[in-house]
């Protein structure tokens, strides 16, 4: 089993990769941004509570997606788990190494996504989603073969994000810079760091990453 973190800012091509590694190999995928969507669609007090947050672009408190992680970390993680979008600042590093070590897992690498932010206002300004398989399309570079049916599940429930706008997408990288790219630092002191190119064409990506993990694992 082999665990990961895919580090870098909105856009970058962080979930669409995640989904590469569960179709491929089996990982789990864990998505910090998906379980808060999750919950403000189910509309539980904690959805209620983030939805004006993530709106605005800030990001929510570390208590709330520590918690979220804690649960979904409890056994039977087969192949290992990508975390995705999580984490996002210091003290979730920190929370996120504690709760490996308890767990008697351990963390195999964090592979930085490199996008520049003028590539990053077209990703996402272009992004939408099948809400019935969370398949990640794009306008541009992965449009569905036939317009607004999923090529996965044959849904034609597409979905945009509220805050996949450029105002949002300025406030979000402003975040991105202050509290999370500090991670960067963090996790190349302690060896872990990987850095991809995350200009390159989709399957091109997916492969780099895919060398990094089979040269770490097993
Ligand atoms: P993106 O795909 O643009 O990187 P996500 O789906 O990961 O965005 O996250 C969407 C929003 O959810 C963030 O802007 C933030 O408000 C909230 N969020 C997600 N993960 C975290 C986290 N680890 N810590 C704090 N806030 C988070
Ligand atoms: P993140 O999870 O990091 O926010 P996504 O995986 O949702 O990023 O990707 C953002 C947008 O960019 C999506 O519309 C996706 O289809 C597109 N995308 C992802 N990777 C690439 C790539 N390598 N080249 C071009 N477009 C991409
Ligand atoms: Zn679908």
Do not use: W
């Not at 070590?101 to 996008?115: F, Q, S, Y």
């Amino acid at each position: 089993m082999i665990n990961i973190i895919l580090l870098g800012p909105p856009g970058a091509g962080k979930g669409t990769q995640a989904r590469k590694l569960v179709d491929d190999r089996g990982m789990v995928q864990l998505s910090t941004g998906d379980m808060l969507r999750e919950a403000m669609a189910a509309g539980t007090e904690m959805g209620r509570r983030v939805a004006d947050v993530m709106s605005r672009g800030e990001l929510v408190t570390d208590e709330i997606v520590i918690g979220l992680i804690e649960e979904k970390i409890t056994g039977g993680q087969g192949a290992g788990f990508i975390f995705d979008g999580f984490p996002r600042t210091l003290p979730q590093a920190d929370a996120l190494g504690e709760l490996l070590t308890r767990r008697g897992l351990r963390l195999d690498a964090v592979i930085e996504m490199r996008v520049d932010d003028a590539a990053l206002v077209a990703r996402i300004t272009g992004r939408f989603t099948c809400g019935a398989c969370g398949e990640v399309y794009h306008d541009a570079t992965h449009p569905t073969a036939k317009p607004g049916v999923c090529d996965v599940c044959g849904s034609t429930d597409m979905r945009r994000r509220a805050d996949d706008n450029e105002d949002s997408l300025k406030l979000r990288l402003m975040e991105y810079y202050k509290k999370t790219a500090p991670l960067i630092g963090y996790y190349y002191a302690r060896g872990d760091l990987f850095t991809v190119d995350g200009l390159g064409e989709i399957d091109a990506v997916g492969a780099e990453i895919t060398r990094i993990i089979d040269a770490r694992c097993c």
